[in-house]
Nanobody
């Protein structure tokens, strides 16, 4: 089992950068045993996939709208996964969620077993 807690959200302007962190505390299975993902939910919309990273960090996935702007990474020694967001746009405004999967990295929400409470990111125009 793992608990994940997001941090780093806030209010920024268009074009700014912001970094999110997700700290994980795992029991019975090390953090390195979990693939990790970031999802987001904008007001009035369904939660959507943003990025995912493999257990070792060697493979990453991104949704098309953030490719080239966002970077997902992880530090297994610190039990933390990161989402660096550059060139932010108003359409990036959402609650961002971190999630852990005991199976494999995926774009699908159902593949993830543990979820954080989310952190708000607001990008003003």
């Amino acid at each position: 089992q793992v608990q994940v807690v997001e941090s780093g959200g806030g209010l920024v302007q268009t074009g700014d950068s912001l970094g999110l962190s997700c700290a994980a505390s795992a029991s019975g299975r090390t953090f390195m045993g979990y693939a990790m993902g970031w999802f987001r939910q904008a007001p009035g919309k369904e939660r959507e996939f943003v990025a995912a990273i493999s257990t070792s960090g060697g493979v990453t996935l991104y949704t098309d709208s953030v490719k080239g702007r966002f970077t997902i990474s992880r530090d297994n020694a610190k039990n933390t996964v990161y989402l660096q967001m550059n060139s932010l746009k108003p359409e990036d405004t959402a609650v961002y969620y971190c999630a852990a999967s005991i199976r494999t990295m995926s774009r699908a929400q159902y593949a993830y077993d543990y979820w954080g409470q989310g952190t708000q990111v607001t990008v003003s125009s």
